[in-house]
């Protein structure tokens, strides 16, 4: 990566500030979503909903079928939670690995600051995420080094 592009971007005054906010389905998104709602209503900024689409297990497949909700139910709710409080919005569905999408996506929709939920986990998963991290890094850690702009991680009730 270029220093250039290393460089945080300054919102612009001028123009609404808008918010990223990724929904996985979770309620650490929901609660994310709370709080991106708030800062939108507190200085007339807009959403921009992230729904990140992965290619499912097989196990991930036959709950989603018999849960029956899909990334786009959840934006719909997100966004019609969105709509009832008057704030603006707009949905995006996208496809790859987690934080590169959000980064790029932030980047190209210009926003201003970043919600993300941090995935709950049990002292297997940790352990797990530990090793992973070492190799690629956190999702939620590679965000906020990679998109030059204030990331908020809701974690999970939980956590430590």
């Known amino acids: 990566m270029t220093s250039a592009a ?3 971007r300054k919102p612009d005054l001028a123009q609404m500030p808008r918010l990223l906010v990724v929904m996985d389905g979770t309620a650490e998104a929901a609660v994310a979503l709370d709080r991106a709602m708030e800062v939108a209503e507190a200085v007339g900024g807009e959403l921009v909903l992230l729904g990140i689409e992965r ?12 849960m029956g ?4 139910d959840i934006l719909t709710r997100a966004s019609c939670s969105a709509t009832a409080r008057g704030i603006r919005n707009a949905t995006l ?3 790859g690995d987690k934080a590169d999408v959000i980064t790029r996506i932030a980047g190209r929709e210009r926003c201003d600051q970043i919600f993300v939920a941090e995935a709950s986990s049990t002292i297997t998963d940790r352990a797990l995420s530990a090793i992973a991290a070492a190799c690629t890094g956190r999702f939620a850690e590679r965000v906020i080094s990679d998109s030059g702009v204030p990331v908020t991680v809701v974690a999970p009730k939980n956590s430590r």
Not at 55 to 66: F, G, I, L, V, Y
Not at 69 to 72: I, S
């Open 6 to 8: 290393l460089q945080t």
């Open 55 to 66: 290619e499912p297990s097989a196990w991930e497949s036959k709950r989603r079928q018999q």
């Open 69 to 72: 909700v899909t990334v786009r």
């Open 93 to 95: 569905i996208e496809r």
